[in-house]
């Protein structure tokens, strides 16, 4: 499928999932998939992506289990996320969850608490890994300093139930779509770009430069990847 100079799908390889008890785009969105694995998606330049869910929680006081805690991946490559949308409407945030955990403005209790909060992470290579969902999931250890998801973008959202704050519906991973861009691509034309250093790498979004990228990606996927991210 190809739209707006550059829209492509492959199918990739993803890490397998937890579980544990606690605007007009050009761009390329790819995907890679291998036996059973769940497909992820790399996404290049300017687009809207539908994620997939690669880790879940649920936690609670006694046995309500009323927080319910998700990773959804969105790239297999760092990229930068503009906006979230739910059955398509735009959701907006006490502050940007591209830097840290927000509450979400659109689920709340009658009586105003918030009841759903969103934090985006880029996929850097030298990400830490996050220290909220290290304690959502410290009842069973199933999300450690380790899981830094190294070269993964991902929506993370935690959830405490309330029947009022979602009378419309929960924000599912089915109902999600999120809008990126700023993917790192190598430009040749770019002299102080290397094609085996993706540190030199920079945004792109011109349909020429993206679709190169995302055949040489499928040519040779090993050589464009920084290492297996975790």
């Not at 761009?27 to 998606?41: F, H, N, S, W």
């Not at 994620?51 to 991946?73: H, I, K, Q």
């Not at 309330?162 to 999120?178: E, H, I, T, W």
């Amino acid at each position: 499928v190809l739209t707006v100079g550059a829209q492509m799908a492959f199918q990739a390889l993803s890490p397998k999932q937890k579980m544990g008890a606690d605007s007009e785009e050009s761009g390329v969105e790819q995907q890679r998939q291998l036996g059973e694995a769940t497909p992820r998606a790399i996404a290049l330049g300017w687009t809207i992506v539908a994620g997939s869910e690669c880790a879940l929680w649920a936690s609670g006081y006694g046995d309500d289990n009323r927080f319910n805690t998700r990773v959804m991946g969105v790239s297999d490559w760092p990229t930068q996320l503009q906006n979230v949308c739910v059955r398509g409407r735009e959701l907006t945030f006490e502050g940007d969850i591209n830097t840290g955990w927000f509450a979400c403005n659109q689920y709340r209790s009658k009586q105003g608490a918030a009841r759903v909060w969103m934090r985006f992470i880029r996929g850097d290579w030298n990400q830490a890994a996050d220290p909220l969902l290290i304690s959502y999931a410290n009842a069973n250890g199933s999300w450690t300093a380790d899981d830094r998801l190294r070269g993964v973008s991902a929506l993370l959202i935690r959830r405490e139930y309330d029947v009022d704050a979602f009378q419309s519906g929960a924000p599912d991973n089915d109902d999600l779509r999120g809008e990126v861009r700023n993917a790192p691509v190598y430009d040749w034309r770019d002299a102080t770009q290397s094609l085996t250093d993706v540190t030199t790498w920079k945004p792109s979004e011109n349909p020429v430069v993206l679709l190169e990228n995302a055949l040489s990606l499928l040519r040779a996927p090993a050589q464009f990847s920084p290492g297996s991210p975790a």
